[in-house]
């Protein structure tokens, strides 16, 4: 892909010292034209403006007082007239960053109508018939805000069917600009992964409003007691509904570039699917499977899957346990390893039914049907709650999916929009590059945000996150990415531009003995470099079907929600409370 620049005329430096010096003076000559035309004083017969200068210099044109005055006030309005252009120019300028020239040679704004206010209108409305009646909706009816272009300020939005990855950085604004905009302005049920409190205190003021506010934080990141539970073996009625929940703890639990053992991985999480199958199918906790995963001459759970009609399950328990010792601790090994999470207490009374009132069970069912926002949050690392975010995720999508099969047109209206933040590190969905090729067309938009290309990698392999990245319909990038080899790869994908260079060559002392020539040459749009430093309020948008475009950021202090979200950040900022109560009923009150 390339832009290629305009044709340059050439001029050898005696032409272009002349014609300033022409220019100049016809300058002067209009000014001293114009007091003269306007007074008209004695000896003007009229003329152009060097016809005039020449008269009034030679004395033929008498310069009067009036002439002074209004050569005065010409001066006056000129130098006004250039301050204000200077003051100009010079706001523009600290609006623009030193990649902003890049803007034109890369998406135009036709490449860019799908994203547009009247793309994603027509897209809003087949999209969601509610809207089929509604003149004018609010644009956050009809898609998620990406951002603007650098080049004529175009506001870009993925519509309800597009699928999004977000690569950015460290401390590059990626939640003040992607994640807290899109979660304070999604019409429907909407999901948030996150590892910090931030995104939670900054939303849910406005989520309140909107509908039941629902936090799942069993590392207590939030300083709040807890207000629900989940029972994760609630959905759990085959096998392979105990395989996809043994799935998210086996993900969860494998460290980044460790390589899965060909037996003993496979072999152990084959082992917690059954014993979560047994335990679902007998009315048991989670607890139950742990206790059996550290007991591995307990055929108990091969008895129950039995009892319940799960013949193959039991046998497959059973002879685990008839294993020889080596081989069968190698395999409990891995599935206590995998369970680990479920040792810690405060984790623990999540998922199993409370000791005491007032806390309500979350159903992934309701959920997708309602306007409310549910927050995940998990530091991650071994032993956090991060399988039970990456479960809980799973089944709200899920029964999301289950719901929009039953719905008109086989899509949610409104939407369910989850915003997995950090989903490296605490949402490991194993299935997510294959669920971006279909949920869009569910009214399941996703937007995934990574730190680096690489992480995602040690998540869901090469071939994994190249099928993430290819099947999103939006992929943005923020900057503050140290990776050369995907950063070449986005550099190529923006493309090359034609650059004309100007050389001068000279044969004697004359001016009439220089010669100028031109050349061209490829260069890249953005290199490199450009990408690794890209400017904070900067992101480049590379879209499905349209060239990859520059864009400002939009972060939510410049959009219609700031003062509720500042309102929000004041009132659960940890600093000016004592304990809150996160009862998804009604916005808490604080505990003296």
Not at 42 to 62: C, E, F, M, Q, S
Not at 134 to 159: E, F, N, Y
Request: one cysteine or more.
């Amino acid at each position: 892909m390339s832009r290629p620049a305009g044709p340059r005329g050439g001029h050898d430096d005696a032409g272009l010292i002349v014609g300033g010096i022409a220019a100049v003076a016809l300058v002067l000559a209009s000014a001293v034209w114009l007091p003269v035309v306007l007074t008209r004083p004695p000896g003007y017969n009229g003329g152009g403006p060097i016809r005039v200068a020449a008269a009034v210099l030679r004395g033929d044109i008498t310069w009067t007082t009036a002439c002074t005055v209004i050569a005065v006030i010409e001066v006056t309005v000129l130098l006004l007239l250039g301050t204000a252009v200077m003051a100009a120019w010079r706001w523009a300028r600290r609006r623009r960053t030193r990649v902003d020239s890049a803007a034109r040679r890369m998406a135009t704004r036709a490449d860019l109508a799908h994203l547009g206010p009247k793309g994603v209108a027509d897209s809003g409305r087949r999209l969601r018939p509610s809207l089929a009646s509604v003149d004018r909706p609010d644009p956050d009816q009809l898609g998620v805000l990406i951002g603007h272009t650098v080049a004529g300020g175009m506001p870009l939005r993925q519509s309800w069917e597009d699928m999004a990855i977000d690569i950015w950085g460290p401390r590059t604004g990626k939640t003040t600009s992607r994640a807290i905009p899109a979660v304070v302005a999604a019409p429907g049920p909407t999901l948030v992964t996150s590892v910090k409190g931030d995104i939670v205190d900054a939303t849910r003021e406005v989520r309140a409003a909107r509908g039941t506010v629902w936090a799942f934080d069993p590392q207590h990141i939030l300083g709040a007691d807890q207000g629900m539970w989940w029972n994760p073996l609630r959905a759990v009625a085959t096998i392979s509904d105990a395989r996809r929940l043994a799935e998210h703890f086996a993900a969860a639990e494998r460290e980044p570039g460790v390589s899965r053992d060909a037996f003993f991985d496979p072999s152990s999480e084959e082992l917690v699917a059954n014993l979560l199958l047994a335990a679902a199918c007998s009315g048991r906790d989670m607890l139950a499977a742990y206790r059996w995963a550290v007991s591995p001459r307990d055929d108990e759970p091969a008895m129950l899957l039995r009892e319940h009609g799960y013949d193959l399950p039991a046998d497959a328990v059973a002879g685990v346990v008839n294993m020889p010792d080596k081989t069968r601790g190698g395999i409990y090994a891995g599935a206590q390893k995998m369970l680990m999470c479920l040792t810690e207490p405060a984790v623990t009374r999540w998922i199993t039914p409370p000791s005491r009132g007032g806390i309500l069970e979350f159903d992934p069912a309701a959920f997708v049907a309602s306007t409310d926002v549910l927050y995940l949050l998990s530091q991650g690392g071994p032993g956090s709650p991060a399988p039970l975010v990456a479960a809980l995720t799973d089944a709200v999508l899920r029964a999301g999916e289950l719901r929009a099969r039953a719905s008109a047109g086989r899509r949610l209206d409104p939407p369910l929009l989850a915003v997995l933040d950090e989903a490296a590190n605490i949402c490991r969905l194993r299935q997510l590059p294959s669920l971006y090729s279909y949920y869009g067309s569910h009214g399941l938009p996703i937007i995934t945000i990574l730190q680096s290309y690489p992480q995602g990698v040690d998540v869901w392999g090469r071939e994994g996150m190249r099928k993430l990245w290819s099947a999103a319909n939006v992929r943005t990038y923020g900057g503050g990415v140290a990776d050369p080899d995907w950063l070449e790869e986005l550099s190529k994908l923006i493309g090359e531009h034609d650059v004309t260079t100007r050389s001068t060559s000279s044969s004697g002392s004359g001016w009439g003995q220089r010669s100028v020539s031109h050349s061209t040459r490829r260069q890249r749009i953005l290199d490199v470099s450009d990408l690794h430093a890209l400017p904070r309020g900067r992101m480049v948008v590379y879209a499905s079907g349209a060239p990859p475009a520059l864009a400002r950021t939009a972060p939510w202090q410049d959009g219609p929600y700031a003062e509720a979200i500042r309102s929000s950040i004041a009132r659960w900022d940890p600093d000016s409370r004592t304990d809150w109560t996160l009862t998804p009923d009604a916005p808490p009150e604080p505990t003296p």
